[in-house]
């Protein structure tokens, strides 16, 4: 019986460790060196070896304001895409843009499997109205 209790103590400790190490002090020492901010999406896709992306715009985003950083987590491709340039713009497109880049252009073979580490927001249009 103690020998039982001993096991399942160590499996339990060894979990939290495993635990602390995917979401502790290093994930935020590498997303403060990431250049901008992350930016929130209104939806992601992966299909044809293309990666696209909804984001918000205030009527000038472009591709260009924004970067995906590629890491390899565990043979999958995670994509965080992070806002490099503000869009100075004052006329707000309602559903958002669609942004998309090729595997090519990030790195990834054809199939690669891939996750994204961004947070999800709705769209101003899908937003209750007070």
């Not at 939290?16 to 992601?44: F, R, Y």
């Not at 790195?107 to 101003?124: E, F």
Request: aromatic share 4%; with cysteine; charged share 20%.
């Amino acid at each position: 019986m103690k020998r039982s209790l001993a096991i399942a103590a160590l499996g339990l400790s060894l979990t939290a460790c495993q635990t602390l190490s995917m979401g502790g002090k290093d994930d935020d020492a590498v997303a403060a060196a990431m250049p901008g901010q992350v930016e929130p999406l209104h939806a992601a896709a992966f299909t044809n070896d293309l990666a696209v992306f909804w984001v918000s715009s205030n009527g000038c985003t472009t591709k260009d304001d924004l970067r995906p950083i590629v890491q390899m987590r565990g043979g999958s491709a995670v994509i965080t895409l992070r806002r490099i340039e503000e869009d100075p713009c004052d006329q707000p497109v309602t559903e958002g843009v669609e942004l998309q880049w090729s595997f090519e252009e990030l790195g990834l073979p054809q199939g690669a499997p891939v996750s994204v580490n961004n947070p999800y927001q709705l769209p101003a249009s899908l937003l209750p109205t007070s």
